[in-house]
């Protein structure tokens, strides 16, 4: 199974920062990979999808870059409604592993 | 708009079975793929299994593989994972999503809560 390591797995930031969080492959899955936001007790939405296009309807403060086995998800300006957990997910091999996530919070 | 109901959840003693079903509106089951994924307390996301309403595409988490079954009734647009010889380990929420393609789980349900405990 590919596994995704995504760091770091906490991160506390004050508003209007720019939050970046990395997610790496064990092996080269090109760009099939995806970002989910998990507010607390709510189901995880999916913002991005193959690595850098953003869902209809999420801010475009949210974006994803990279391929191949390291990838990067950036907030760039943190707003508080962002409190949430954000997961890596990877679809080039089935299963099609999450990463361990990482827990936003403000500071 | 797009709505799933998951329902079935409950407390079940270790080795018994229990059903999930995730019942499907403003989506059609039978054209799209249905995937089960699931979060034990205070942990990550964890696939389980997906389906192809096809019914052509099934593929399973070695982690459940052998005692839990994905299918579906197109008729009802509702699928289920049916879990047998269930485990300590395999007390989570269990979400429903639906999507499109296999590439992404664009639509979730709001979970329902599997506790196996004597």
């Known amino acids: 199974d590919i596994q995704m390591t995504q760091s770091p797995s906490s991160l506390s930031a004050s508003v209007g920062d720019r939050v970046t969080i990395t997610c790496q492959a064990s092996?080269?899955?090109?760009?099939?990979l995806n970002w989910y936001q998990q507010k607390p007790g709510k189901a995880p939405k999916l913002l991005i999808y193959?690595?850098?296009n953003l869902q209809t309807g999420v801010p475009s403060r949210f974006s994803g870059s990279g391929s191949g086995t390291d990838f990067t998800f950036t907030i760039s300006s943190l707003q508080p409604e962002d409190i949430a957990t954000y997961y890596c997910q990877q679809y080039d091999n089935l299963p099609y592993i999450f990463g361990q996530g990482t827990k936003l919070e403000i500071k | 708009e797009v709505q799933l109901v998951e329902t079935g959840g409950g407390l079940i003693q270790p080795g018994g079975s229990l059903r999930l079903s995730c019942a499907a509106s403003g989506f059609t089951v039978s054209s799209n793929y249905m995937t089960w994924v699931r979060q034990a307390p205070g942990k990550g996301l964890e696939w389980v299994s997906v389906?192809?309403?096809?019914?052509?595409?099934?593929y399973y988490a070695d982690s459940v593989k052998g005692r839990f079954t994905i299918s579906r009734d197109n008729s009802r647009n509702t699928f289920f994972l049916q879990m047998n010889s269930l485990r300590a380990e395999d007390t989570a929420i269990y979400y429903c999503?639906?999507?499109?393609?296999?590439?992404?789980?664009?639509?979730w349900g709001q979970g329902t809560l599997v506790t196996v405990s004597s």
């Open positions: 092996q080269d899955i090109s760009n099939f």
């Open positions: 389906i192809h309403g096809g019914g052509g595409y099934i």
């Open positions: 999503a639906a999507s499109y393609s296999y590439s992404s789980l664009d639509y």
């Open positions: 193959e690595a850098s």
